[in-house]
């Protein structure tokens, strides 16, 4: 393993520990391989990044980029549904191209701590559910929708980097996939089912119109007023 000489200190660090991790199998990458594939000294990884943590957390923010530019390439359909489908196969396509990345980015969990890349990427699944929410093809409110989704993709692709590349089987991505999105649809009772699902309509209206009133925000109504009917409206998706 070598890098060009010629790149900065810091991105030469950068670099060697994307490259490392790359090869580690899971295991702890320590600051002196770290630095010894990158030609520079302890203090140079200090002076830049902190400490070794700081250096994985630039690591960590590089690859995310990567991982909203391969999302923001996807050009809107012009169906929600179809989009948040799209997004999925590119969340998993990354994931395999990318698995050491994908790995520091969501595969890390720590009870009670909550990664902020996994916040990062529900606000950019966000955007495709609420559109599906102000067409009324949602039956449970957005934020849920979002986490559902998103949970059900990290878990399909860490399912999929975990097993030997000839064994892996996309058809149960797609087919999570469907199912997951079904589940939070009110187009789900149209689907070809024996025993399809029934939304109710004043569910889908209610989820529709919150939609809409949180991303128009109307002047007519003051803030008091814009929350009140907001709760109204979050009563009746939970409870009818």
């Known amino acids: 393993m070598s890098l060009d000489i010629q790149l900065p200190p810091r991105e030469r660090l950068l670099q060697a520990a994307v490259e490392l991790l790359a090869n580690s199998d899971g295991a702890p990458v320590s600051t002196r391989k770290i630095t010894e594939l990158a030609g520079v000294t302890a203090p140079t990884l200090y002076h830049h990044f902190g400490d070794k943590e700081g250096l994985f957390d630039a690591v960590v923010a590089v690859g995310f980029e990567q991982y909203v530019a391969s999302e923001m390439d ?3 359909t012009g169906k ?6 799209s997004m999925w196969d590119q969340h998993v396509r990354f994931g395999i191209e990318q698995p050491h990345l994908y790995l520091v980015m969501f595969g890390k969990v720590r009870p009670g701590n909550r990664s902020n890349r996994v916040s990062e990427a529900e606000a950019l699944l966000r955007e495709k559910i609420d559109r599906a929410a102000e067409s009324g ?9 979002v986490r559902s989704i998103l949970a059900a993709n990290i878990g399909v ?4 980097i975990s097993e030997p590349e000839t064994e892996r089987n996309f058809e149960l991505s797609d087919m999570t996939r469907d199912a997951v999105i079904t589940a939070v649809s009110s187009d789900a009772g149209i689907a070809d089912s024996a025993t399809p699902v ?4 004043v569910v889908v209206a209610a989820i529709a119109l919150n939609a809409a009133l ?4 109307p002047q007519q109504l003051s803030n008091t007023e814009m929350k009140m009917f907001l709760e109204w409206l979050h009563r009746i998706s939970k409870d009818s």
């Open 80 to 85: 929600p549904l179809d989009d948040v489908r």
């Open 137 to 145: 093809h949602l039956n449970v409110p957005p934020a849920d929708a």
């Open 74 to 76: 996807l050009a809107p």
């Open 214 to 217: 949180e991303s128009s925000n």
């Open 198 to 201: 029934e939304t109710s309509s």
């Open 157 to 160: 692709t860490l399912m999929l």
